[in-house]
């Protein structure tokens, strides 16, 4: 059974960083596009970054200079760099690689 799974949330204070992890057990990681999705409280899910298999990497505009996408293939595991983070990206931040998801792990920004 393929698997996802995130890491690295936690609670922050507003300006300061994380880093999440996405381990993925499936055997299709080198060639897949792979995602950040994240979901705020009470909002909808809202699409957040994807890198494709050449690592060409996209972002919603409200993270774009703040946050870096990355993998690597030789670990099977996906990666979300977030600085200068913001109360606004309090959220619950999912990776998905099709119609793969992992569980989520919780970002908090918060003084």
């Known amino acids: 059974q393929v698997q996802l799974v995130e890491s690295g949330g936690g609670l922050v204070q507003p300006g300061g960083s994380l880093r999440l992890s996405c381990a993925d057990s499936?055997?299709?990681?080198?060639?897949?596009?792979l995602g950040w999705v994240r979901q705020a409280p009470g909002k909808g899910l809202e699409w957040v970054s994807t890198?494709?298999?050449?690592?060409?990497?996209s972002y919603v505009d409200s993270v774009k200079g703040r946050f870096t996408i990355s993998r690597d293939n030789a670990k099977n595991t996906l990666y979300l760099q977030m600085n200068s983070l913001k109360a606004e990206d309090t959220a619950v931040y999912y990776c998905?690689?099709?119609?793969?998801w992992g569980q989520g792990t919780q970002v908090t920004v918060s003084s």
């Open positions: 890198i494709d298999n050449s690592g060409s990497a």
């Open positions: 998905k690689r099709g119609a793969d």
């Open positions: 499936g055997f299709t990681f080198s060639s897949s596009s």
